[in-house]
């Protein structure tokens, strides 16, 4: 008797565990999917047509394996809080998730490659994103304007952070909560307006960046400390403008231009240190507030630290 009784609960608490399980994806049916790829190699979402908050794709749909998500599949969608792309993913297309104003989470597998033109542009409630360690490029817009974005984990395969369109909207531009992020060896290269209008705090540029595009770090307020690598050859056009609470910057050797208005109306930044020479054709007129330049290239200028009085347009070599 016991073990019939024994044999009723497990097979209760299978029949209550069986349901979980066999619903933990989504239906097929939320889904729309091109098939006019081919099916051998996988189907790609081309919309969502569910109405579930918690969004978790499933690997196959009708046997075929889901291995895109097409271009605004999921965007303007207010509804959806969280979603979960499976491992058969490798391509997250353009606008896929561009302005999901209610996303908070996203979980995105290490078989994605590529991610696409502001996928998750404007996502005002995404908190926190791993960039998986198969993508190689950041795109420009990629994560425009998700204002409540603290954390970015970057992976060593990532080279280029923007820098790959001509679009205005940088990878990270108008993420105003985003306070520090840390940047692997592996990149070489930042792009235009990559982190401008960011809440960066403080930024280490490693070694193996050659290039920081313009506006890169425009309008970062709050930004109070930068350390440049001593492989970047050229800063853009106000790379650093605007950073009112930039206090003091160090220009490496590797340094061998400096473009427009790069560091204008830095209220606060009081020291300058050259440690190469910058000839005066690469070093734009208008580079800092004051006579910096001409203090620089004068015949007792050169190498070496240069202190002003806060906002004076007046600076001295030490």
């Not at 271009?71 to 792309?85: E, L, P, Q």
């Not at 200028?301 to 007046?314: C, S, V």
């Amino acid at each position: 008797m016991k073990n019939k009784k024994m044999v009723l609960w497990i097979a209760l608490i299978a029949m209550a565990i069986i349901p979980v399980y066999a619903q933990q994806y989504n239906p097929e049916s939320d889904f729309k999917i091109d098939w006019d790829k081919n099916v051998k190699a996988g189907v790609i979402i081309t919309e969502y047509i569910g109405t579930r908050r918690e969004v978790i794709i499933p690997p196959k749909i009708q046997n075929n394996s889901v291995t895109g998500i097409f271009g605004s599949a999921f965007s303007d969608n207010k509804n959806i809080t969280r979603v979960t792309i499976p491992n058969s993913v490798t391509n997250i297309g353009a606008y896929a998730f561009s302005n999901c104003t209610n996303l908070t989470s996203v979980t995105i597998p290490n078989s994605v490659t590529s991610i696409e033109y502001r996928a998750f542009y404007y996502c005002t409630s995404l908190t926190s994103v791993t960039i998986p360690n198969g993508v190689t490029t950041i795109i420009d817009g990629t994560f425009t304007g998700c204002s409540s974005l603290t954390r970015v984990t970057i992976p060593d395969s990532v080279t280029n952070i923007g820098g790959v369109s001509d679009d205005d909207s940088g990878a990270f531009e108008d993420c105003t909560s985003l306070k520090s992020v840390a940047i692997p060896n592996s990149v070489t290269s930042i792009g235009n307006n990559a982190f401008a209008k960011s809440g960066l705090v403080s930024i280490t540029i490693p070694n193996s960046v050659t290039s920081i595009g313009n506006y890169a770090f425009e309008d970062c307020e709050s930004l109070t400390s930068v350390i440049i690598g001593n492989s970047v050859t050229s800063i853009g056009r106000r790379t650093f403008y605007y950073c009112t609470s930039l206090i003091s910057v160090t220009i490496p050797n590797s340094f061998k231009s400096i473009g427009d208005e790069a560091f204008r109306n830095c209220e606060k930044l009081t020291s300058v240190t050259f440690q190469g020479t910058i000839t005066s054709n690469n070093f734009n007129e208008y580079g800092f507030d004051g006579d910096l330049r001409a203090k620089y290239l004068a015949s007792d200028g050169g190498l070496g630290t240069y202190k002003r009085f806060a906002g004076g347009g007046t600076w001295k070599k030490q």
